[in-house]
C-alpha cells in the first residue's frame, strides 16, 4: 500500500473512530435516531448489574397490553418528576386495568405500590454505559471547561497555526515568485539536473504529504451537520412547547451541531478543496504535461535528449565525430536549483548573476 493509500486508510480509521465516540451523545440528545422516544440518566444503583448508575436508558412508548413480566419499563411516581426504571414481577389484571408490580434487580423486595398504565412511559429498548457520568461532568462548570472549551481552544489555534504555516513560505526561503531561472551552459544537462531536483524533493513531498478533503466529502459533511441541526431543533421546539423548557443535552447538540456547520462552511469558503484537477506546472512548460489531483504532489516529466535532431551527442554539445568538451560542473543559484557552468566559464556566469541580483 502506498503512503497516501495509508494516509486515507487512517483518515476514514479516525473518522469512524469520531463517529463512535459522537455518536452515543448524539442519541441521548436525540433519541430517535437509535428508534426510541425518550432517555434517561441512571442515578441509582437499584438496577444493578445490568444497568449502573451513569448508564443511559433509551425508552421507548408501547401500550400496556404488550407490557409482560420481565421486561423493564421506566415510570413515574406520583408526586415526583424523577422517573423510575425497574423490572417487571407480576402482571396484576383489576377492574378490568392491567398494573404492573414492579422491583429493582438490586433490592430484596418488589416496589410497594402498583403501577398503572398512565404511569408507563415505556419499555427500556437500549442501554449505553458510562456516558451519562461524562454529560453529568459537562453539566459541572470545570466539566464544560475540560470537555467543550478546552477542545474547541485547541482546535482553532490549530486551525490558526496550520494557517499561518501555509502563509510563511516554502523551505530554504524560496517561494514560486522568487525562483530564478537558471542561466545555463547546456540546456538539456541544465535540465536533467533540475528535474533530478525536482524527482527529489516530490519523493520527500509523497513521504510528508497528508490527504485532502475533497469537495464532494465536504458538502457530504455540512449536509449531516445541518440535519442533526434541524432534528435537533425540532426537538428543542417540541420540548418548549410540551415542557415549558428544552432540555440542556438537546440544546448542546444543536450548538455543537451549529458550530460544525459554520466551521466546515468556513473551510469549503476558504479552501474546501476542488474536484477538478490542477495543473502540475505553468502552461507551456517544455516537457511537463501532467496534471495532479488536489491534495497530490505533481508528477515530473524528464525530458529526453534523444530529441535532439542531431542525436545524443549533438544535444550534449559535442558534434558527431568530435572530442567531448569538459565536464560542465554544477552550481546552485541561491534558491536550491542546479546551474551548470563549462569550465573557464564560471568567473563570468557568476559576476552576470551577480549583477541580475543587484538588480
Same mark, same amino acid.
Given at each position: 500500500m502506498s503512503r497516501?493509500? %495509508?494516509?486515507? !486508510?487512517?483518515?476514514?480509521?479516525?473518522?469512524i473512530v469520531l463517529l463512535l465516540v459522537i455518536a452515543p451523545f448524539a442519541a441521548y440528545a436525540a433519541p430517535a435516531l437509535v428508534g426510541a422516544d425518550e432517555s434517561y440518566i441512571v442515578l441509582t444503583g437499584s438496577m444493578r448489574p445490568g444497568i449502573d448508575p451513569g448508564d443511559v436508558v433509551f425508552v421507548s412508548a408501547t401500550s400496556a397490553?404488550?407490557?409482560?413480566?420481565?421486561?423493564v419499563i421506566t415510570y413515574t411516581r406520583p408526586g415526583s418528576n424523577t422517573p423510575t426504571t425497574h423490572r417487571v414481577v407480576e402482571v396484576v389484571e383489576r377492574d378490568g386495568d392491567r398494573l404492573?408490580?414492579?422491583?429493582?434487580?438490586?433490592?430484596?423486595?418488589?416496589?410497594?405500590?402498583?403501577? !398503572?398504565? %398512565?404511569? /408507563? /412511559?415505556?419499555? /427500556?429498548t437500549l442501554t449505553i454505559p458510562f456516558i451519562g457520568t461524562v454529560i453529568g461532568l459537562a453539566d459541572s462548570q470545570y466539566g464544560f471547561l475540560a470537555l467543550v472549551v478546552l477542545p474547541f481552544g485547541l482546535l482553532v489555534l490549530d486551525l490558526g497555526y496550520s494557517a499561518v504555516s501555509r502563509r510563511v513560505g516554502r523551505p530554504g526561503g524560496a517561494s514560486e515568485e522568487d525562483a530564478d531561472v537558471p542561466v545555463v551552459y547546456d540546456p538539456?544537462?541544465? !535540465?536533467?539536473?533540475?528535474?533530478?531536483?525536482?524527482?527529489?524533493?516530490?519523493? %520527500?513531498?509523497?513521504?510528508?504529504a497528508t490527504p485532502g478533503v475533497s469537495a464532494r466529502d465536504m458538502s457530504a459533511s455540512m449536509l449531516l451537520a445541518a440535519g442533526l441541526a434541524i432534528y435537533a431543533g425540532w426537538n428543542a421546539y417540541w420540548q418548549f412547547t410540551s415542557f415549558?423548557? #428544552?432540555?440542556? %443535552?438537546?440544546?448542546?447538540?444543536?450548538?455543537?451541531?451549529?458550530?460544525?456547520?459554520?466551521?466546515?462552511?468556513?473551510?469549503?469558503?476558504?479552501?474546501?478543496?476542488?474536484?477538478? #484537477?490542477?495543473?502540475?506546472?505553468? #502552461?507551456?512548460?517544455?516537457?511537463?504535461?501532467?496534471v495532479?489531483?488536489?491534495? !497530490?504532489? #505533481?508528477? /515530473?516529466?524528464?525530458?529526453?535528449?534523444?530529441?535532439?535532431?542531431?542525436?545524443v551527442e549533438a544535444a550534449h554539445g559535442v558534434a558527431p565525430g568530435a572530442t567531448a568538451a569538459p565536464e560542465p560542473r554544477v552550481e546552485t543559484n541561491g534558491h536550491g536549483y542546479p546551474v551548470w557552468y563549462a569550465d573557464g566559464g564560471y568567473e563570468q556566469a557568476s559576476e552576470a548573476r551577480e549583477g541580475a541580483d543587484a538588480q
Open positions: 497516501f493509500g %495509508e494516509g486515507s !486508510a487512517r483518515h476514514v480509521v479516525g473518522f397490553a404488550s407490557i409482560g413480566v420481565d421486561d404492573f408490580r414492579t422491583q429493582g434487580d438490586a433490592n430484596e423486595d418488589p416496589d410497594s405500590a402498583l403501577i !398503572a398504565p %398512565e404511569q /408507563v /412511559v415505556g419499555v /427500556v538539456v544537462r541544465a !535540465a536533467e539536473a533540475y528535474y533530478d531536483a525536482a524527482e527529489r524533493r516530490l519523493s %520527500e513531498a509523497e513521504r510528508t415549558g423548557a #428544552p432540555r440542556a %443535552e438537546t440544546m448542546s447538540v444543536l450548538s455543537g451541531a451549529l458550530v460544525c456547520l459554520a466551521f466546515l462552511g468556513y473551510l469549503r469558503v476558504t479552501n474546501g478543496g476542488s474536484d477538478e #484537477p490542477a495543473p502540475a506546472t505553468a #502552461p507551456g512548460t517544455p516537457g511537463v504535461a501532467e495532479a489531483p488536489v491534495g !497530490a504532489a #505533481p508528477s /515530473v516529466a524528464r525530458p529526453q535528449a534523444a530529441q535532439h535532431p542531431a542525436g
